[in-house]
């Protein structure tokens, strides 16, 4: 068994920074261990046009702590409006790297998302024509959908007809939770990734509903049943260069979490790359976490992986990580997988 593992500086294919005092707060958790992020651009107002993503790439580059080379890879927030000329002028000058389709109403402000893609096909083709990524939150929303089926459906009724319409664009499809994720991820050409959260490959649904409600764990896509937990460690602990590391590391406030109407998201970027190691090394695919959290990302966004490394240690003590991050907005609770971990990134 290995006591150590060093790999290509990982990068991080979803993450939610929030901005203001947020930001501030909890940007050092994920610069202290990944080279690159890609923003979710879900802000209140959301970030919508090459303006908003400049300034917003403004602030997070000052919120870094100081000596780091963090570099965010902006998205820009698909709505029913998005004008496709603007969007291929913000790739065109190298500010966005992806732009984020949220279905209206499928999670944390996603008011402004799009109501039908139909509004948004002439964006699509012209991502498609220019080359430029498509990052979907892949659910139903229509009330009468089971929330625990969204993602399936989503599948049957929105993304198998745009890939069929436009086999050229490439797509990642977000943090996917399910049997069904995966297994359509891998009917598809190499232009179609997926990302995988690190709290979907470590709990259920019952994690979050057995013994009394964790709202700690409540996150959209909400997790599914075991087998589909199985499915997604087999997925990830492969090495299949379609499916790559994004945490979802959402922070809310405790008060907004541990409420009567509690806000979805995990927030995992302190331990991240521990529960990983952790995860991998129980499942004896060690040897693929590199290729998970650092090679096959860059790969589908057409980048070139990170040139440091970072090593991960084993130790005989379980580690300590702290329960909270505190912000100016208030505190923000670190996942805790519910057991020891026993690896700890060498800072
Ligand atoms: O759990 C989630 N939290 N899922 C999302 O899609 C959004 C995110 C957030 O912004 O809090
Ligand atoms: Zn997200």
Not at 57 to 86: H, Q
Not at 153 to 162: A, E, K, N, R
Request: proline content about 7%.
């Amino acid at each position: 068994m290995s006591n150590s593992i060093t790999i290509t500086r990982p990068d991080d294919w979803h993450l939610h920074l929030r901005d203001g005092a947020m930001l501030a707060g909890i940007a050092p958790e994920t610069t202290r261990h990944f080279g690159r992020a890609i923003i979710m651009p879900n802000l209140v107002p959301p970030v919508v046009t090459a303006s908003d993503a400049a300034a917003y790439r403004d602030r997070i580059l000052a919120a870094r702590p100081a000596g780091s080379n963090f570099e965010p890879l902006m998205t820009l927030y698909l709505t029913d409006k998005t004008d496709p000329n603007d969007v291929a002028a913000a790739y065109a000058d190298g500010l966005i790297r992806a732009v984020k389709y949220y279905p209206a109403g499928a999670t944390t402000n996603s008011d402004s998302g799009v109501t039908d893609i139909k509004n948004v096909m002439p964006v699509l083709e012209k991502m498609a024509e220019i080359g430029l990524t498509l990052c979907i939150h892949g659910e139903a929303t229509e009330p009468h959908i089971d929330i625990f089926d969204r993602e399936a459906v989503f599948i049957d009724t929105t993304l198998d007809p745009l890939r069929r319409a436009l086999p050229e664009l490439n797509i990642t499809s977000e943090h996917i939770t399910t049997k069904d994720g995966v297994d359509y991820v891998k009917s598809q050409p190499k232009n179609h990734g997926a990302t995988i959260t690190t709290h979907h490959l470590m709990i259920n649904r019952n994690h979050i509903l057995v013994g009394g409600i964790k709202p700690h764990y409540y996150c959209l896509p909400v997790a599914k049943r075991e087998e589909h937990r199985i499915a997604l460690r087999a997925a990830a602990t492969s090495g299949d260069p379609r499916f790559f590391l994004g945490t979802d590391s959402a922070p809310h406030t405790d008060p907004a979490k541990e409420s009567g109407c509690g806000c979805a998201g995990c927030f995992t970027a302190t331990n991240t790359m521990a529960l990983l190691a952790h995860v991998f090394d129980e499942d004896g695919a060690l040897p693929n976490l590199e290729k998970f959290a650092s090679l096959n990302g860059p790969a589908h966004y057409d980048l070139k992986p990170n040139t440091d490394q970072i090593t991960i240690e084993k130790s005989d003590l379980p580690v300590t990580y702290p329960d909270k991050i505190e912000t100016g907005d208030g505190p923000v609770t670190v996942f805790n997988p519910g057991h020891d971990i026993h690896w700890r990134v060498v800072d």
